[in-house]
């Protein structure tokens, strides 16, 4: 059983929300169109008119995808991924006019 104790006020729940709301509509919208793409034997990486994205297939149905606006990924490792997927998954890269897809046995990513 959930403990009262631990409830916001619902003045303090009210202004949390619209604190969360606020800050959610003022960020920007993100769009960026893929320029080109690469296969690299872990992923993809997509060259965008406004950075970098990174498809790391790391599971049939585990990926990981890293952006930066910048020309190129920190090499710093990374503070929230820690696991290296050491045993590569089998993928595939296909596209057509308005889409480039890559599958694997469980997932179908259209970027």
Known sequence: MLSTKYKLPASKSFFAGLFILV???AMP???AAVRSYK???DGVTFLLD???MKIKVCN???IEVKYTMLDAFDKRQSLVVN???AVK???AVTQNDN???ITTDTLKLSM
């Open 89 to 91: 998954t089998a993928f």
């Open 39 to 41: 296969k690299t034997d």
């Open 83 to 85: 696991n290296q997927w």
């Open 29 to 31: 919208i993100a769009n």
């Open 50 to 52: 406004k950075g970098l």
């Open 60 to 62: 049939t149905d585990i």
């Open 23 to 25: 800050n959610a509509l």
């Open 99 to 101: 889409a480039v897809f």
